[in-house]
């Protein structure tokens, strides 16, 4: 009797799962069964995402380089058989108005091939190529794409308790998770320094029964949104990261380092001996300014470079320990440092 009523109780499961979940398919973030579709043309836009983040004007020039030699990329073009990410953020980037977008793929291999038959004499003297016409890329994005897939198999065990199991497993062993988290990193392309970064995220729930009777009829239809799920996840995802990527840089703010970008940083390396500034009795510059520093003395950068904080410093230093004030890091000075 036990077996029975769990044999009806399956059966049960199945025909309301079937029922309630038939043609089922939702895609969280992004909106829309195509996230990024529609048309761009110059600062106008057509049927784009209408949660697609978008600004007044321009904030520089942009090109979008796609690193193929990253694992996400050979799993992307070879086991989901879905062509390169650049068409698509390209699309979002102009729609946006957010940059300008410049080529520098395919396209500029082209221009590049016009510009050499230019420059060869093949081409009408009326052909209006020349040099210093081509556009910088103020910054450049890099997208990266990290997947996870589900293909549930929680349907497994309560398979082999029943021999109603195998319609259960149909059933719920045919419901797909497919997540996928994307980066896109914005860099400058005169300096070299990321000015922004952000990820996003898309899931998609995607309840398919074209295993339960073969994929044939009306059922099977239920199923054809799984034929490129990872596709308009993916799509969703990266409209995700666009949008919190633009809301980033309209509160952009520049990072600051005293003494500039690239000079030497706040964090020194132990026994590093900076350029110009030899030793003092075994002691370097750099070292100096840190011991002033923590006596309170020495309120500007460390950088082992001699300037007006570091003299007066030193100056107040000597006068505290009685030395001859020269607001220089004589011998005298660098032993009483040390001690």
């Known amino acids: 009797m036990r077996i029975d009523s769990l044999k009806q109780g399956a059966l049960a499961f199945a025909i309301v799962a079937f029922t309630s979940l038939a043609g089922c398919s939702t895609l969280q973030t992004g909106g829309g069964k195509n996230p990024v579709a529609g048309s761009a043309g110059g600062a106008n836009s057509k049927n784009a995402n209408p949660t697609l983040e978008h600004c007044p004007k321009p904030l520089g020039t942009l090109a979008v380089e796609e690193d193929e030699g990253e694992p996400w990329y050979a799993m ?5 058989h879905l062509p390169s990410t650049t068409p698509l953020i390209r699309m979002m980037i102009q729609q946006s108005n957010c940059f300008v977008v410049v080529d520098r793929g395919r396209g500029m291999t082209s221009m590049m091939r016009e510009r050499d038959l230019a420059a060869s004499g093949e081409l009408r003297s009326s052909s209006n190529l020349r040099p210093h016409q081509m556009v910088a890329a103020d910054y450049v994005v890099t997208p990266n794409i990290q997947f996870s897939q589900d293909t549930g198999g ?4 309560l398979a082999g308790l029943v021999p109603y199991g195998a319609l259960v497993g149909a059933v719920v062993g045919s419901m797909k998770t497919s997540e996928a988290s994307t980066t896109l990193m914005l860099t400058d392309t005169r300096s070299g320094v990321q000015v922004a970064i952000a990820q996003g995220s898309a899931k998609n729930m ?3 029964f074209g295993g339960l009777f073969g994929g044939a009829g009306a059922v099977g239809a239920a ?41 030497g940083g706040a964090l020194s390396v132990d026994g590093e001996s900076p350029s110009g500034a030899g030793d003092v009795a075994g002691l370097s510059l750099r070292d100096a300014q840190r011991k002033l520093a923590s006596l309170g003395l020495y309120k500007s950068r460390i950088d082992g470079r001699p300037g007006p904080g570091t003299s007066s410093a030193l ?20 032993r009483a440092l040390q001690q």
């Open 76 to 80: 992307l073009t070879q086991q989901y």
């Open 154 to 157: 929680g349907a497994a065990g």
């Open 206 to 208: 995607d309840f398919g």
């Open 223 to 263: 199923g054809a949104y799984a034929k490129t799920p990872q596709g308009k996840v993916i799509a969703a995802a990266f409209l995700d990261s666009y949008n919190q990527m633009v809301k980033a840089v309209r509160e952009y703010a520049p990072q600051h380092v005293s003494g500039g970008l690239g000079t």
């Open 315 to 334: 100056s107040s230093f000597q006068r505290i320990r009685g030395l001859d004030v020269t607001g220089k890091l004589d011998p005298a000075t660098a």
